[in-house]
């Protein structure tokens, strides 16, 4: 195993009603993390939840909380997540381009982990400098739809990004996110995703853990054996 999975159930899709008994759902199916969508209405034309909710889901569960932030000034939202609990900070490169250094330092100093996000329509290129920084994020995560919604469809063309950015760096954390489910899995994970994100096909599945199980298992199988 070279990357390990790390499945992830996108909580937007969950019933923000039951935020924590759905979190400990997800975990107790067999879930790594939980992903959590937090979104300005500005950098994309929706509104979710903020460090607030963070805060309160975090009294509820120990689990990895990967938050992704879909939002237009990520500095000022780095303390405010990392006081909430948040383990995992991922920012949009397409907002980050003269301060990512600072950024990545702070998001590290604040006890969380660093990773970078891109929209569909930007190059791949733009993140490798922030792979191969000093203070390099951790993870990378390449949008696979339009951010801002769930339940929209899988971009396939996205690969060329994962299969590139899985080329240069063979131990690296990539992630998915839109559109993942049992029939575009193979796909992701034959192109060298490891992370996977998924909301409505396994919150809308009859048994989400045998989705989640059925990720893992794609993710593992696309592994070359050492
Ligand atoms: O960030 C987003 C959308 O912006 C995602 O996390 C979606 O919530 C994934 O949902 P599905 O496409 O899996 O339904």
Redesign the pocket.
Known sequence: MVVSPKIAP?M??SDFANLAAEANRMIDLGANWL?M?I?DGHF?P?LTIGAPVIESLRKHTNAYLDC?L?VTNPMDYVEHMAKAGASGFTFHVEVAKENWQQLVQKIKSAGMRPAVALKPGTPVELVYPLVEGTTPVEMVLV?T????????K?MPNMMDKVRALRHKYPTLDIQV?????PSTIDTAAAAGANCI??????FGAPEPGDVISLLRTSVEKAQPTT
């Open positions: 996108s937007l899709s992903h969508d979104m994309v929706n992704h879909m949008m739809v339009e951010p801002g919604f769930g339940g929209q899988f996110d839109g559109g993942l489910g994100v998924a909301g409505s096909s396994v």
